[in-house]
């Protein structure tokens, strides 16, 4: 992660300790020594954006991404990375220099690239193969994807991911792994098969690094890596470590309340924004919208996954609260209010929560599979009212008799269903509940919310049909969360139609007429 970690007398340190012979010649760190005096000594060149050629020169996020590299080799440690990164801020030209670096200066080396589309891996060998041509000391076999070094007896490929076995090909000590969630053939496969080709000791390395396409993966792999104890370190870089998006802002220029939060947050981390940066900012999101920037430029984690284009819930993480603004004991039962999406295979959802003052309050979510109704009755509470898959009739009558035989004085009712004339059902559903969201009127508790903020990071808009693409959802149960909670608006919206039909009883007044007197 970012937060303040760059130290350039870290980097510093490491050179001196190098040049000291505190490291052996054949250890990591030397070696990213001996990579960084090359590009400071202008041996590694790149083409611009503007097609010039020139020597390299490190931006402030390709120097984190050596300090960490010399972080982790200095601890021993393979160096193993999941680089959550904005787009076109020289990430996957920093690692293709290195890799390269390593193999053509070190023997019986090999490395790979795997990208995520055939125009990509041609994009990103010709950083290779432009820092390769353009030197002179070592001869090199350079074929339409690969670099040999016969004398160094090493090799340097890139592939398309969805291969048969992209991991095949000897032992590779340096893989670099790009945009892993746009990888579209044997996705989990080809991943699982390059990253165990690779030894795990001190002198190799592998780098996962990607824009994030929903909580999908590689997003989920990338939290566990924030872990103390996993493997792989976790990197992430806001749009604003970079030292080229700025272009000048016009005069009169004025910063905006989300502006001026972001420009607290980068300064809280070491970073001040210019108003130039804000303005290319406003231009880009103008140019590619709010979604887009945010999966390609985000300022937080958070942002990568709900910028992810098309999402049907992007700001369900916004429902989240700590506790509830109320004391929940003293609740009228008509306010007592659940859900259920059944499942055997599939895994049973139960919500329960309240509805007050227009206000739906979701504080439990139960979620289990391969259970029966007298399993299931745990997860009720008592006196509360139950929204159910209207299909599932006979759940409905297994969970009533279980709860009646507890004595919970649980009612069980199908979720009401109006379907119009050629109306997708599924989706108006679905805008109920983001209909509820826009206004204010969802709450989820902290605590039974991540179920719910994975599957809403995940379901989206197909780009075809315009409904719910649900096939994104196989690897988190068919997004039944969701679906509980789908059910569980739908039978809150008839009660309160309800309620406001009910018409209050007017007395008729106490007169002598009336009295009989």
Known sequence: MYNKEFHPTRIEKYVKAVEQGKYPKD????????????????????????????????????????????????????????????????????????????????????????????????????IARLASELKSHRPAKIGVTSIEWPDMRSKFTCTTAGGSSPGAGGTPMFVLLSERPKWEKNKDASYADVVNSVPFTPNTIIIDEATANGREQFYTSWEKACEPDDVFDAMFMPWYISDRLSIPAPKGFSRTEA??????????????????????????????????????????????????????????????????????????????????????????????????????????????????????????????????????????????????????????????????????????????????IDQGRLKILRSCGKQLVLEADNLAWDEKTSKPNMSRGEAWGHFDTLMMLKYLVMGVETLEVFNSLKKPVSKPTRSKEWAGY
């Open 259 to 436: 502006e001026k939060k972001i420009v607290i947050q980068a300064h809280n981390e070491g970073v001040e924004i210019s108003d130039g940066m804000l303005y290319w900012r406003r231009k880009k999101i103008d140019d590619i919208g709010i979604d887009a920037f945010h999966q390609d430029f985000p300022s937080t984690p958070e942002e990568a996954v709900q910028g992810s284009k098309g999402l049907i819930f992007p700001m369900l993480r916004s429902c989240l609260i700590d506790a509830l603004p109320f004391d929940a004991t003293r609740i009228d039962n008509q306010q007592k209010v659940g859900a259920m999406d059944p499942g055997y295979n599939d895994p049973c959802v139960i919500g329960s929560g309240f509805y007050r003052d227009r206000v739906l309050y979701l504080v439990s979510v139960w979620r289990q599979t391969e259970t029966l109704a007298s399993e299931r009755v745990d997860a009720l509470f008592p006196e509360h009212h139950y929204y159910v898959d209207p299909a599932e009739l006979t759940e409905r009558m297994e969970l009533q008799q279980a709860a009646d035989k507890k004595g919970l004085k649980c009612r069980f009712s199908p979720a009401p269903r109006r379907k119009n004339p050629g109306e997708d059902c599924e989706s108006t559903e679905l805008r109920k509940i983001l209909k509820m």
């Open 27 to 126: 250890s990591m760190l030397y070696k990213l020594v001996l990579f960084l005096k090359s590009v400071d000594s202008g041996q590694q060149f790149i083409r611009t954006e503007h097609g010039e050629i020139r020597p390299m020169v490190l931006r402030r996020s390709q120097y984190l991404l050596l300090q960490k590299a010399m972080d982790m080799a200095h601890a021993g440690r393979p160096i193993r990375i999941r680089d959550l990164k904005s787009r076109k801020d020289g990430h996957s030209t920093f690692w293709e220099h290195l890799i390269g670096f390593l193999c053509e200066n070190y023997p019986a080396q090999i490395g790979k690239t795997i990208a995520h589309r055939d125009e990509s891996t041609k994009e990103i060998f010709d």
